[in-house]
């Protein structure tokens, strides 16, 4: 891929970032002229990378997720009771849900009206939502559920395997297991219970509550009491070796292996309890009720993902993996960004917790790893100084590199800036200001010049944030 190093002014950069606002999203098909009478809830809500997900009108508190599924016939059966809080009042409003068949819709108990097109499934109550009222939507569905191919060509969604599925949301897969408001601005809590098989597990996030089998399948419960973005829920359906204990603090663990995995996990999965400590000493309190890990086969997908409390690894991960998954808790799942352009926000911290566990395990510093990729990072990754981590070139590109290594240099050019005592407050500060939250590019930057405010940060924003090309030093 060839790029021409452009300079892009900072604050055309900044500009970019803001774009995110509300409900005046310009494809939302309704027309101009709403006024203050009821209107149709657009059908995104602005994200500059992903212009259809989510939507608008409404903030979800809680998802009810009721589903079962038959691996051998792919089959999946749902209802999704969901609690919103209207934003606006709404004549009517869009879900996202990718492929399944929809058979009924309710908004407080009485059956809507309802159509689809592309991702959008549009509601229209009978009664219409007020603003500021909070409401119940109902949603029977059923179907083959369906793999999604991402931008940037990855397989997310319902992904199906050996004995089971799994299910990845990031950043649009979780569209095609239930109906939701499909993007990280809007996070809730989780109440999911499935049933399958009786001689299969299903394992969410969260906790689990109830476990009954009757007439040849079980129902597993799962409870996720702090806010969770939908792309950060999984369901992982299998036969699974399931190890339960607690951790020291007294934290619950539940890790679930596939039972081909579970002699190559071993040793690794044995550094969670010490990897959850180091990530609290380095990170502040974690965000979270419980932990884990569902360990799947290798070749069930093809990442690992920070799937909340319990993330997905494909394969026995190593220990770099583990810590990036874990480190993602805070950033990421607890602080999740805005909107995807702030990817760089979970992938540079997570990125940035593996250097830091080398460092402090006695290997490379972080300032080892910096300089090293500074002068032959292309070598390992080729279109490193392809883009900034703060303006990903596309949808495609949100995964990238730039996103991951050169983000993390960003926060190592900042503890260059700050020293370690400031470094490590701004980061234990940043995951407790937005601690269930959401957060952004242009917050974290506002954030940083708070903590440091003798230092200039310019520098570090316009060329290594979002600024075309290879940075230059400054002398040193
Ligand atoms: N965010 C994941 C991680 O860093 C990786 C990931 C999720 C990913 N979805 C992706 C990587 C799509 C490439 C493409 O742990
Ligand atoms: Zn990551």
């Known amino acids: 891929m060839s790029r021409s190093a452009r300079v892009v002014p900072a604050a055309v950069s900044l500009a970019l970032v803001l774009t995110l606002s509300g409900c005046d999203s310009d494809d939302g098909g309704d027309g101009g002229a709403q006024g203050s009478g009821p209107h149709a809830g657009a059908s995104g809500v602005g994200d500059p990378y992903f212009p259809k997900a989510g939507n608008g009108g409404y903030d979800v508190s809680h998802y009810g997720l009721t589903l079962a599924y038959d691996p051998d016939g792919n089959r999946l059966t749902g209802r999704a ?18 492929g399944l068949d ?20 549009t509601v229209r109550p009978r009664k219409e939502p007020a603003k500021g009222e909070t409401f119940e939507v109902t949603v029977s569905y059923s179907g083959a559920p369906r793999t999604i191919t991402d931008p940037d060509g990855s397989e997310e969604g319902w992904l199906r395997t050996e004995d089971g599925a799994l299910a990845l949301g990031e950043p649009t897969g979780s569209m095609a297991w239930f109906p939701g408001n499909h993007h990280p601005s809007d996070k809730a809590s989780y109440d999911v219970a499935v049933t399958v098989p009786k001689d299969l597990t299903a394992v969410s996030n969260g906790e689990l ?5 009757a007439n040849g399948r079980t129902t597993f419960t799962w409870h996720t009491a ?12 299998g036969r699974y070796t399931v190890t339960r204990s607690t951790t020291k603090d007294g934290l619950p663990v539940y890790v679930a292996v596939d039972p081909s995995q579970v002699t190559a996990s071993r040793e690794v999965l044995g550094l969670l309890p010490e990897v959850m400590e180091w990530a609290q000493d380095n990170f502040g309190p974690y965000p979270f009720s419980s932990t884990g890990a569902i360990v799947d086969r290798p070749e069930d997908s093809d990442y690992a993902l920070e799937t909340q409390n319990r993330p997905v690894y494909p394969g026995a991960p190593d220990t770099a993996t583990l810590v990036h998954e874990i480190a993602h808790q805070w950033f990421g799942d607890s602080v999740t960004p805005r909107t995807w ?5 979970n992938e540079s911290f997570a990125t940035y917790a593996e250097w830091l566990w080398t460092e402090d395990e006695g290997g490379d510093t972080a300032e080892d790893t910096f300089t090293d990729l500074y002068e032959h990072g ?14 990903p070139t596309s949808a495609a590109h949100i995964s990238d590199n730039p996103v991951y290594q050169r983000g993390a ?13 400031t470094f490590y ?4 500060g940043w995951a407790a200001a937005h601690r269930h939250g959401n957060a952004g590019s242009a917050e974290f930057t506002a954030y940083v010049e708070r903590q440091a405010p003798d230092e200039d940060f310019d520098e570090i924003w316009d060329d290594w944030l979002y600024g075309d090309g290879k940075p230059s030093l400054p002398d040193a």
């Open 425 to 428: 407050d701004i980061v234990q």
């Open 209 to 213: 509550t109830g476990e009954r089998t």
């Open 102 to 121: 929809v058979t009924k819709v309710t908004v407080e108990g009485r059956e809507a009206a309802f159509d689809r097109e592309g991702q959008e499934l």
């Open 81 to 98: 009771v969901i609690t919103a809080r209207a934003t606006q009042a709404l004549s009517s409003f869009d879900l996202d849900l990718h």
């Open 378 to 391: 292309e070598e390992s990754y080729e279109d490193l100084w392809d883009f900034p981590p703060g303006k």
């Open 409 to 421: 240099m960003v926060l190592h050019r900042i503890r260059q800036t700050v020293g370690d005592d």
């Open 341 to 345: 352009q702030d990817m760089w926000l």
């Open 226 to 237: 702090e806010p969770m973005a939908s792309h950060a829920a999984t369901v992982a359906i």
